[in-house]
Each structure stands twice: as structure tokens, then as C-alpha cells.
């Protein structure tokens, strides 16, 4: 398994997490789109319009950490608001990919 796909899947699963458990949606949906050889875009939508922030976990936190980890791992990510809610997104490149 190549590292773009182990990294998609970390960011994919914290992004969906984060929807779920910060939110009170009741419908999230998440798309991956492959926009190079070595490269893809994942975007997380749910009906909440509060947008995520970068936590501050202590030491001693046991959460707190997705973003900070998603942060970490993409090329890029952010947030936009867009009609019934907001979109969440990452983009993903393999070393030397544009």
C-alpha cells in the first residue's frame, strides 16, 4: 500500500470523526478525489456551520489532537462555509508531487 493511500486514510478518518463528534449533523459525507499521480483532495461536508479550529491539547489530554494531526500530514487543509453547512478539506502530495 502506497504512503498517499495510508495518509488518506488517517486524514479521511479524522476529518470524519471530527464531523461526528463536534457536531450534531445528522448527515456527513466525504469524497477523495485523485488530482495527480501522487496526490488526492478529501473533502468532508456536514450540515454544522461552525467551522474547526486547531486544538491546544495539554499533555495529559486523551483527545484534541485530529486537526493537529491532519495539519501535519497534508500538503493544505482549511474550511468554507457553503449553503447548509461546511466543507472541510485536505489536500494530499507525495514528496516532489505539484
Known amino acids: 500500500m502506497s504512503l498517499l493511500v495510508d495518509v488518506a486514510e488517517q486524514v479521511v478518518t479524522e476529518l470524519v470523526a471530527n464531523a461526528v463528534k463536534h457536531t450534531d449533523t ?18 468532508v461536508t456536514d450540515t454544522s456551520r461552525t467551522r474547526p479550529t486547531l486544538g491546544t491539547p495539554s499533555s495529559d489530554d486523551e483527545t ?9 500530514l ?11 453547512g461546511k466543507r472541510v478539506w485536505a489536500e494530499l502530495r507525495a514528496e516532489g508531487e505539484r
Request: proline letters at 0%.
Open 26 to 43: 445528522g448527515m456527513v459525507g466525504a469524497s477523495i478525489t485523485r488530482t495527480g499521480e501522487e496526490s488526492a483532495r478529501i473533502v
Open 64 to 72: 484534541g489532537r485530529g486537526l493537529l494531526l491532519v495539519e501535519a
Open 74 to 84: 497534508a500538503h493544505d487543509w482549511g474550511s468554507e462555509l457553503v449553503h447548509g
